[in-house]
């Protein structure tokens, strides 16, 4: 039960708090969001690295659209 609290924030500490803080202060503010977006989606594959193709395929696209969104919101708010 625990982990359902921790892992997702660890995920968003990890990723919104360190690597797109760090890129937003030295790349653009696309280029921030799209690559932490881009890894928030490929490490979701991890948990279903045994599941069918597709449902992997739909697994990492969500992750990333959610990525993507969850990276406008920082960093708007942020800068």
């Known amino acids: 039960m625990l982990m359902l609290v921790l892992a997702p924030l660890g995920e968003e500490t990890l990723h919104r708090g360190l690597i797109e803080?760090?890129?937003l202060h030295h790349t653009s503010?696309?280029?921030a969001i799209v690559f932490t977006a881009v890894i928030f989606g490929?490490?979701?594959?991890?948990?279903f690295r045994?599941?069918?193709r597709g449902f992997r395929i739909f697994v990492v696209l969500n992750a990333f659209l959610i990525g993507l969104g969850a990276?406008?919101?920082r960093a708007s708010v942020v800068l």
């Open 21 to 23: 803080g760090y890129l």
């Open 29 to 31: 503010f696309w280029v």
């Open 42 to 47: 490929l490490v979701h594959i991890l948990a």
């Open 50 to 52: 045994d599941a069918p």
């Open 71 to 73: 990276g406008y919101f």
